[in-house]
């Protein structure tokens, strides 16, 4: 039987999905033992107990100055900016992408703007941003929106053209306006890729939000792991690290059983 045709049995399904976590966990551990036997007083590769333990101290021990966890404090207020910048804009490229796909003029005067600012790196913009919003919440979230939307508006119109020119044709001889065909014909089959683009756009999300936390800010894990690096304080850095990956897959997570619940058809068709 071909590779192509063998399809692995559940259990074996999780051990694939496991070994290259245990394997990297192995190296790191190898890795630091060395360090550590080489020099006890080494920072660059804390040993996996020295983390398990930072981990432990970071989320139950609050602050002597402040009294607070400063753990929660700074994933509270990037999940608060992470989210704000993400809703906005799937909001944004869902009704752009729509009016580009659908109604020629849109299409006309906004598929060339769309694609040109694809191209910009929003990293270059957030000095412009800091300058114009300040160095308050609204320049963290324009850069997200900046970063993400362009590529969402390009993909959610491209699927909107991609739908069969039957199904607007057949809904416009049944009496159906601009507005109803864009609500009852293009929405339903656009918004499980809405889903799919947010869940692809998180990555470059946490990427400029740690960024704009890590040159302007005075609380968040991106400025928290800025703000130790100075110290060498590799375990707090690899705990932060390390909890912004377990958010990113716990955001994924929820958004991909958001889709199955809410468009059990389109998990058929794949």
Same mark, same amino acid.
């Given at each position: ?40 007083q080494d920072k ?66 906004? $598929? =060339?703007?769309?694609?040109? &600012?694809?191209?910009?790196? /929003?990293?270059? +913009? ?5 300058? #114009? ?43 159906? $306006? =601009?507005?109803?065909?864009? &609500?009852?014909?293009?929405? /339903?089959?656009? +918004? ?5 683009? #947010? ?20 609380v968040g894990l ?21 909890w912004i990956t ?25």
């Amino acid at each position: 039987m071909r590779l192509i045709n063998q399809i692995p049995a559940r259990p074996l399904v999780v051990l694939l999905a496991a070994l290259p976590f245990v394997a990297v966990f192995i190296a790191y551990a190898i890795g630091s033992d060395i360090r550590l036997e080489a020099n006890p007083q080494d920072k660059l590769l804390p040993a996996p107990s020295t983390i398990a333990e930072t981990a432990q101290r970071l989320f139950t021990e609050p602050d002597r100055r402040s009294k607070e966890i400063l753990l929660w404090k700074d994933t509270f207020a990037s999940l608060t900016r992470l989210l704000g910048g993400v809703g906005i804009s799937a909001a944004l490229s869902l009704m752009i992408g729509l009016a580009i796909g659908l109604l020629p003029y849109s299409r006309s005067a906004f $598929s =060339s703007f769309i694609a040109v &600012l694809s191209m910009v790196p /929003p990293l270059a +913009l957030l000095p412009i941003l800091f300058i #114009v919003f300040g160095l308050g919440e609204t320049s963290k979230i324009v850069l997200i929106v900046i970063g993400i939307t362009p590529f969402m508006t390009r993909d959610l119109a491209q699927r909107v053209l991609e739908i069969p020119q039957e199904q607007i044709v057949k809904a416009q001889t049944l009496g159906a $306006s =601009s507005g109803v065909i864009a &609500l009852r014909v293009a929405l /339903p089959q656009v +918004l499980p890729r809405l889903i799919s683009n #947010v869940r692809l756009s998180l990555g470059s999300a946490w990427l400029f939000l740690i960024a704009a936390e890590a040159v302007a800010s005075n609380v968040g894990l991106g400025y928290r792991i800025f703000l130790v690096r100075r110290y060498l304080a590799m375990d707090v850095i690899l705990t932060y690290v390390i909890w912004i990956t377990l958010l990113a897959f716990v955001i994924d997570w929820l958004l991909k059983t958001l889709s199955r619940k809410a468009f059990p058809w389109m998990e058929a068709g794949l």
